[in-house]
């Protein structure tokens, strides 16, 4: 048995009301409409039979879920648009604050650490002591990148916090970080201060950040994958320490480094049955792009 053309005409009609309803109300709409479609059904059980209640009820159902689902879509990714665009612009508006009115970071000491595993995937520690000259600073800018042309796919999965230090290593509150893909794939980091860091005085930042297939280069392609270091200031001491998954094991060398010019030493150690590389630098210059080079002993 078939709904009357009653039942259609007020099918019809109830399918283009929730189309405006979903469109004026949004997400939350969603619950009112359930609650319209109950009331919806009561009426027909008045005016119609069982069987052009039970059709009604599964159409209306289906109208409202696909008009939902399509109402969703088109705003999740608007939303996303939209928010590519304003970090895009936050990132843009950041860098000229700095070249207007600049905030220099005078870097004492930068200690990186990564954890790599066996399928590339890598989580890195960076804990920078630095004090600010120039001009009072409001953030901390960082641009990092993953060495290889990683799949626009992973970069959402890419996770980041920053947050005070204290002296005895004690945590303080996270910091706002906004961030931003640049077109060369690299991540324009900006740390937000809870409050302008003075001029002459001291900062300790720790940053935490998780980077899926970052060392697949190394790990999976089984090829040469350089970690380097480039500052646009002088930097007192920085180390890089990249710690291997269990078992294996690299063959090291430098990048951009000589023992005449540079103080710099590269130590392999084990620990716990991970092998370690440590690479530190003393007194490195502005705009130098060194690290070391590491590849897997097969």
């Known amino acids: 048995m078939r709904p009357s053309r009653g039942v259609d005409w007020v099918l019809k009609s109830f399918a283009q009301w929730l189309e405006k309803f979903l469109q004026e109300e949004g997400a939350v709409g969603f619950v009112k409409g359930l609650l319209g479609l109950v009331a919806f059904g009561a009426v027909l059980s008045t005016l119609f039979g069982p069987v052009a209640i039970r059709s009604a009820f599964v159409v209306a159902a289906i109208v409202l ?39 220099v970071f005078d870097i004492k000491v930068w200690e990186q650490v990564a954890v790599i595993e066996a399928n590339g995937d890598t989580k890195e520690f960076i804990t920078v002591t630095a004090v600010i000259r120039g001009a009072d600073a409001d953030f901390f800018r960082l641009v990092f990148g993953a060495g290889w042309d990683q799949p626009k796919a992973i970069q ?85 320490k990249i710690v291997l998954p269990p078992g294996v094991d690299v063959r090291w060398g430098v ?40 590849e897997l002993k097969r």
């Open 65 to 103: 879920v696909l008009l939902l689902v399509v109402h969703l879509s088109t705003r999740v990714a608007k939303l996303e648009s939209d928010s590519r665009e304003y970090r895009a612009l936050l990132s843009t508006y950041c860098k000229m604050l700095t070249e207007l009115q600049p905030s």
């Open 156 to 240: 959402k999965d890419v996770t980041a916090r920053v947050r005070s230090l204290e002296v005895d290593g004690t945590e303080g509150p996270s910091f706002v970080v906004t961030s931003h893909w640049r077109d060369d794939g690299k991540l324009d980091m900006v740390s937000h201060f809870h409050s302008p860091a003075e001029v002459d005085s001291e900062v300790r930042l720790k940053m935490e950040w998780t980077w899926p297939k970052k060392c697949v280069p190394l790990m999976v392609h089984k090829k040469p994958d350089r970690f380097v270091f480039y500052f646009r200031q002088p930097v007192e001491r920085a180390t890089y």
């Open 255 to 294: 990048v951009s480094l000589n023992r005449v010019r540079d103080d710099y030493d590269i130590v392999p150690t084990n620990t716990g049955g991970r092998t370690e590389i440590k690479l530190t630098l003393n007194n490195l210059p502005a705009d130098r792009k060194v690290g070391m080079l590491l």
